[in-house]
């Protein structure tokens, strides 16, 4: 992106809107696994022995796991939400509920893990800052995310409408600005 380029003050970036086809395919396919672990859990052996505790244990995964999806998908679709807000004094995560200040920020690389996923990080001035969460989980979650991926701040664009460099390149010029 061209530093000629004036960028509005507030860039808001929502959630990746998916096609009504890959979702009613995926709540198909949900169902019919939710049915097939129920009558795994409901059906009687032909030779009439009592079900193996792995039986019982993947029924019930499966009808909790394939039960809970469609769910989610009805939930996630139904509200479209910003996930990223960008301004000029800094960025805030929707997700993590953080705000991140520009002037907080060493640098903004792009990058990819061993899966070869790519993925925009985010070093920080005081890393410590973000590593410090209140619950032992959380904490615990960020400091495994800041071994795996090299940085205090990751950020991807799978569930993002915006391509991974387009959105790099405008952190880059309101970093810079």
């Not at 059906?43 to 999806?69: H, M, Q, R, Y």
């Not at 590593?131 to 950020?155: D, V, W």
Request: proline content about 3%; aromatic content about 10%; charged content about 20%.
């Amino acid at each position: 992106m061209s530093t000629s380029m004036k960028l509005p003050e507030t860039i808001e970036i929502e959630q990746k809107k998916y096609s009504n086809l890959s979702h009613n395919l995926l709540i198909i396919y949900c169902v019919i696994l939710t049915f097939a672990s129920l009558y795994i859990l409901v059906s009687e052996k032909v030779d009439n022995t009592p079900k193996s505790s792995i039986d019982i244990i993947a029924g019930s995964i499966g009808l909790v796991f394939f039960g809970i999806i469609p769910v989610l998908l009805f939930w996630f679709k139904k509200d479209q939400k910003i996930l990223l807000t960008i301004t000029n004094q800094g960025f805030m995560d929707h997700i993590s509920g953080q705000f991140i200040a520009w002037e907080e920020i060493k640098s903004i690389r792009l990058t990819s893990n061993i899966l070869f996923s790519k993925y925009i990080a985010i070093d920080l001035n005081d890393p410590s800052k973000f590593l410090n969460s209140p619950t032992k989980l959380k904490r615990l979650l960020e400091i495994l995310n800041y071994r795996l991926t090299g940085a205090q701040i990751f950020i991807s664009t799978i569930n993002m409408n915006i391509k991974l460099e387009h959105l790099y390149a405008i952190l880059q010029e309101k970093k810079n600005a």
